[in-house]
């Protein structure tokens, strides 16, 4: 944080200078001083334009060319959000191992049904499985609204209703919240539970940031820059009910853009939110929330150092984040072949530090897939005789110390070095 009583005039006028020439800021600048076509169009935030794209980026018979590279990657999102919510574990393995084929698919925007008007509406046509047939994906999405007259409920009973023995439906709620706020859900924010909450950011990460990363057409890049660019773009809509809105998404390249700008240039903003929060000429609750925030980031205290590990003296594992140190560690471990029964149930159970290193899913506690102390929404991270284990991420200045003495003590060929 930084000591204002300090930093003088002249350490002001050094920094915009640098922020000025900063090749960050520049790139940052251009990009957001162009409008992408939706805010040219003044639909940014236009649900029915958001869901419109979705729904043509989905359809795999679409003129983008992208088959159903997009579709399937939204089945897998269900598949690992569901948790609890399983419908039938063969299909969600063919989900999740990309054997699953579709014969045929149709999208609808806004489907008038009798309870209502369904945002996004798709029909997915299966085949060589002999237990389902059809797959319907029914999506509420809300920008910059909030559901209202229990949409959600009458959707499912509408459609559970008329589904067959071979049908099956997949019921989503996507809205703009961020993926740590997201993780943090218990159940999803509309009426019906069994909808599964996803978000825009799930989207980018599993959808449209591996599209781009294809051998795709020109054309359909574009449009695809041109959508990433409308989410990323800051809208402060007072009519909004939803401030999540604000920024509905971010992607990869510019995601490190920004954190190279806040590394460079951290004195200069926050300098800036200061004289901001104590400028008399501005709206209070203007100068109340930059306050807010001012005095959230001078009290996170965390421990943001990397750390590499050596073994034999060479470095096999850098620069990563101290959450990751029994992740890397185990994973070197098993790469060396060192782990035996000992060390196993040593990584299963520390007492002297009462800490669990190493969980089966059931073992995974509701206040820590609240915090996402394990990732136990992906796949098992380690493997010992047949069972799948997940890796603890809890780790900081108290008990962090006491591992590395440990596995040091144990392992006179693995060293440690914090940076």
Not at 77 to 87: F, G, M, P, T
Not at 367 to 384: H, I, L, M, P, S
């Amino acid at each position: 944080m930084t000591d204002f009583n300090n930093y003088t005039i002249d350490d002001i006028r050094k920094d915009i200078a640098s922020f000025k020439n900063d090749t960050n800021v520049n790139k940052l600048t251009t990009y957001y001083k162009t409008k992408s076509m939706a805010e040219i169009l003044g639909v940014s935030r236009k649900e029915i334009q958001h869901s419109n794209f979705l729904a043509w980026i989905l359809n795999k018979d679409e003129t983008h060319y992208l088959g159903d590279f997009a579709i399937k990657k939204l089945l897998d999102i269900y598949v690992l959000y569901c948790n609890e919510q399983i419908h039938d574990k063969k299909l969600f393995d063919l989900v999740i191992t990309d054997t699953l084929k579709i014969d045929s698919i149709k999208t609808e925007v806004e489907k008038t049904i009798s309870t209502g008007r369904l945002d996004i509406f798709i029909e997915l046509k299966i085949v060589d499985y002999d237990e389902i047939d059809t797959i319907r994906l029914i999506i509420e999405n809300k920008v910059t609204t909030k559901e209202t007259k229990d949409q959600t409920q009458r959707y499912f009973n509408y459609f559970e209703d008329k589904k067959t023995d071979k049908t099956v439906n997949f019921y989503l709620y996507l809205t703009p919240i961020s993926t740590l706020q997201l993780i943090e859900l218990t159940k999803a924010q509309c009426k019906c539970k069994e909808f599964i909450q996803i978000n825009y950011q799930t989207i980018v990460d599993l959808i449209l940031e591996p599209l781009l990363q294809r051998d795709i057409a020109t054309k359909t890049k574009y449009l695809i820059e041109q959508y990433l660019q409308s989410l990323s773009q800051p809208s402060f809509d007072e009519n909004s009910e939803q401030k999540e809105g604000l920024i509905m998404a971010i992607g990869n390249e510019e995601r490190e853009l920004l954190t190279k700008f806040w590394d460079n240039n951290q004195n200069l903003i926050l300098a800036s939110l200061y004289a901001i929060s104590s400028d008399p000429t501005q709206e209070k609750d203007v100068r109340d929330s930059i306050t807010t925030a001012l005095d959230s980031i001078s009290n996170n205290t965390k421990d943001r150092s990397k750390i590499n590990i050596k073994y034999k003296n060479e470095i096999v594992a850098s620069d990563f984040k101290k959450s990751d140190i029994g992740f890397q560690t185990v994973k070197l471990l098993e790469r060396e072949d060192l782990i035996t029964e000992s060390i196993f149930n040593l990584l299963r159970t520390d007492t002297s530090s009462s800490f669990i290193l190493l969980k089966l899913e059931g073992e995974i506690k509701d206040n820590e897939k609240k915090y996402a102390k394990y990732r136990y929404k992906e796949e098992a991270e380690f493997n010992y005789k047949d069972e799948g284990y997940y890796i603890a991420r809890n780790w900081g200045i108290n008990n962090i110390d006491k591992f590395i003495k440990k596995i040091q003590d144990k392992f006179i060929n693995i060293k440690f070095e914090i940076n």
